[in-house]
């Protein structure tokens, strides 16, 4: 496993000369930051030339405070049974990067998901703009600085009496003048 | 009046003698309780033997399952659905995410309060119900059915105009038919 | 005659559609020559409530993902977790973790059972398998308390110990199942309809199959031998013994075969399982979890599901709140792009069957 790591890591760096590499994993994975222009060659070169024929999984971080978004893209190659990361980083203002859905055409919904839930453009990307959500007005909902509870707050009913954990057995003694068994009394509060 | 027993008619008392005997529910799994209606309606639980049976389409059906919490962009469907269907009609709120909200009370898609924008006949609390539960449910709405209490058809006819505000407060592009029956 | 183009709005209110979704069809007579799904109608934000939950908190929602098979999600985050926390779990626990997953892999098969017959209007075979799944779920009744969602498998371990006499119960139950089984064949494929409707139906070949990045037993219908637990083996899967069946087909009658044999297959695990399973502890202890922090860095977990690779990517910044989970549903890939591609030529009638052999869940695509 070892050596698999380490030809892995020697064949990007000599290819991609801005990958940062990571290698102190307990699983079997390697990790790679690249810049964003890299993406799409780092993840052709990974899959026609190294075997990493499967897209695990895209995902998209929300680093608020550094003011980036960081997507991830995991892929797993069959036949040497390691997964790379390949990681970079946008800028949270202004997320534009390659569309990859020639390499994988799974890819296109993932990217159909973080263009709805983050706001990252993919130049080239052809898909419907609306994904899982419906006349959305608001800032893409995934962002960090979308606060979920406040919009609720604003824009549903809610039921009062969910302010505060209160014990619902007690309450209904009250109301109906009804006697808490004993068993019931010693999982109240 | 209409909650009074001895205030129905004896054509109203007959009518909602067979009425409860044949509830025919939306087959129409809105949300994760969905998971718990197939082993209702087969062998084990068998709720075919209260006459409860699954309908494949609204204007066949009796009863609107509402099956779990409720996202913005189903609530919009599932308005659409309840007015096709015909009188009598009734709506069942299951689990606790229609009661309030359950686990996603702070979701921004999800409606916490189902009666607000519906009327609900009964609720089936629980997360998930089990299917007695469900059977229970469907009994009591048997019951509020023959005692000539389940009228929230009526209801939302008398209070279309509060229902329609809420609905409209959640469902920014309303492009939906009137509701005339 | 070329016929007139239709556009078709199967769903989301349809009986044949596995769930909450809508798949848009143009017809020209009776075939499709375009589809295009629409989902989001179960879109709760999950991985957006988690930010305002701790770790343990988060694991109460996890299970909501997929809504008929919620312990390889529970499997996939318990084990990231403890990937990213470096966390030992006990041999004890692995065992248990394994009999779960492979009970709700029964289960979850007895269900497609029901759906993918009732999508070909056989109906007896889903009041006989659904009815039947009701003694896996009172296993797990007794096991965790619930029916549906267990809350079982968490970091560090699992939630309790069997219970006395508990194995025996299992083993009184995969008896029966098996012998049940038969009567299955006996009505499924041996049946002329069954076999009529589904052989060279929704065919996924090979270079396809891989192409599109299609995963479990859909992948293994198409004859590629590819499965998590062999190839990336988690928990203690490397020890026990048992096949991956693979058919050449790829159409929904070999899948309907892949699935029928990984039922024989989990039954004969889960024999193993009680064989071996060691004494002792079944849970290593995690922290106050209000207190509970995890070490900043990434993870990713993932377990074969009956519907393919369900993987769990989480972030932490070191904090008690996650910064990120994101859940990796299987029916992602192939109920949204692949069912698109794969419904063109089809007939209208069997859009409803293709859907339940593929698997697709819709609450794990849109989360």
């Known amino acids: 496993m070892k050596e698999i790591k380490e030809n892995i890591i020697q064949r990007i760096k000599a290819n991609f000369a801005d990958a940062a590499e990571k290698n102190d994993f307990k699983d079997n994975r390697v990790d790679f930051s690249v810049k964003k222009e890299t993406i799409p060659s780092i993840l052709f070169y990974l899959k026609d030339e190294m075997g990493f024929i499967h897209l695990s999984h895209i995902s998209c971080v929300d680093w608020l405070e550094e003011g980036e978004l960081e997507v991830v893209f995991i892929v797993w190659s069959p036949k040497d049974k390691i997964k790379v990361f390949v990681r970079t980083r946008l800028d949270r203002d202004n997320p534009v990067m390659d569309n990859v859905d020639m390499i994988w055409r799974q890819a296109n919904t993932y990217e159909r998901e973080m263009r709805e839930m983050f706001g990252v453009q993919f130049t080239g990307l052809v898909a419907p703009e609306e994904f899982l959500l419906e006349d959305w007005q608001g800032p893409p909902p995934f962002r960090r600085d979308f606060d979920t509870a406040a919009y609720a707050e604003k824009t549903f009913w809610h039921r009062p009496g969910r302010e505060d954990a209160q014990d619902v057995r007690e309450t209904i003694a009250n109301r109906d003048g009804e006697e808490i068994p004993d068993f019931a009394k010693k999982y109240s509060r | ?100 909200g359950g686990m996603y009370y702070d979701s921004y898609n999800t409606i916490k309060v189902l009666d607000k924008y519906l009327p609900v006949d009964v609720y089936i609390n629980g997360c998930m119900p089990r ?24 209801q939302y006819k008398d209070n279309l105009e509060w229902y329609r505000a809420n609905q409209k407060k959640i469902i920014p592009n309303w492009i939906m038919p009137e509701y005339n029956w | 005659m070329r016929e007139k183009a239709t556009t078709l709005y199967i769903g989301p209110q349809h009986p044949g559609i596995t769930g909450n979704m809508m798949v848009k069809v143009q017809v020209e007579g009776d075939t499709i020559v375009k589809a295009r799904t629409e989902v989001g109608y179960l879109h709760r934000a999950f991985e957006k409530l988690q930010e305002r939950r701790n770790w343990l908190q988060s694991f109460t929602l996890l299970c909501r993902f997929c809504v008929p098979e919620p312990d390889p999600v529970e499997e996939s985050y318990a084990r990231a977790v403890e990937l990213l926390e470096g966390r030992e779990v006990p041999e004890r626990a692995k065992y248990i973790r394994v009999l779960m997953l492979e009970l709700a892999r029964i289960g979850s098969y007895m269900l497609w059972y029901g759906g993918q017959n009732g999508s070909l209007g056989l109906y007896t075979m889903g009041q006989w398998s659904v009815g039947d799944r009701n003694y896996i779920l009172d296993l797990f009744e007794e096991l965790t308390g619930g029916r549906v969602y267990h809350m079982y498998i968490w970091p560090g371990g699992v939630r309790r110990d069997l219970p006395e006499g508990f194995a025996e119960k299992v083993l009184r139950t995969m008896d029966y199942l098996e012998k049940r089984l038969k009567d299955y064949d006996d009505l499924m494929f041996d049946n002329t309809i069954f076999q009529k409707r589904t ?40 020890k026990l013994d048992f096949i991956v069946p693979t058919h050449e087909g790829g159409d929904i009658w070999s899948r309907a075969l892949v699935r029928r044999q990984e039922i024989r297959q989990s039954i004969r695990i889960i024999r193993q399982v009680i064989e071996q399973m060691p004494s002792g502890e079944y849970y290593n202890r995690i922290p106050n979890p209000h207190k509970w922090a995890l070490p900043k860095g990434d993870a990713y977990a993932r377990t074969e599901a009956t519907r393919g690779e369900v993987g769990m990517y989480i972030v932490s910044d070191g904090g008690v709140h996650p910064r990120r989970i994101h859940f990796r549903g299987a029916a992602y890939v192939h109920g949204i792009t692949l069912l698109e591609d794969l419904l063109i030529g089809e007939n209208v009638a069997d859009i409803s069957a293709i859907m339940n052999s593929l698997g697709t869940c819709p609450p794990e695509i849109e989360r």
């Open chain 2, 1 to 100: 009046m209409m909650n009074d027993k001895n205030s129905q008619k004896i054509v109203d008392i007959i009518q909602n003698w067979a009425r409860k005997h044949s509830i025919w529910v939306l087959a129409y799994g809105t949300g994760c309780g969905a998971i718990e209606i197939p082993p209702t309606m087969t062998s084990r639980y068998d709720a075919e033997r209260l006459g409860v049976r699954g309908a494949a389409t609204p204007r066949q059906a009796d009863v609107l399952l509402i099956t779990g919490y409720l996202t913005v962009k189903t609530m919009k469907r599932v308005i659409r659905v309840y007015e096709q269907m015909q009188d009598p009609k009734y709506v069942i709120g299951f689990g606790s995410c229609t009661i309030n």
């Open chain 2, 131 to 154: 299917p007695e539960a469900v059977l229970s449910g469907f009994a009591q709405l048997q019951k509020r059915i023959a005692e000539g209490r389940a009228n929230g058809a009526q």
């Open chain 3, 199 to 238: 052989q060279g139906v929704g065919i996924i070949s090979k270079e396809k199959a891989v192409e599109w990045g299609v995963v479990g037993p859909v992948l293994r219908g198409s004859g590629i031998k590819s499965d998590i637990r062999i190839d990336d083996p988690y928990e203690v899967y490397d």
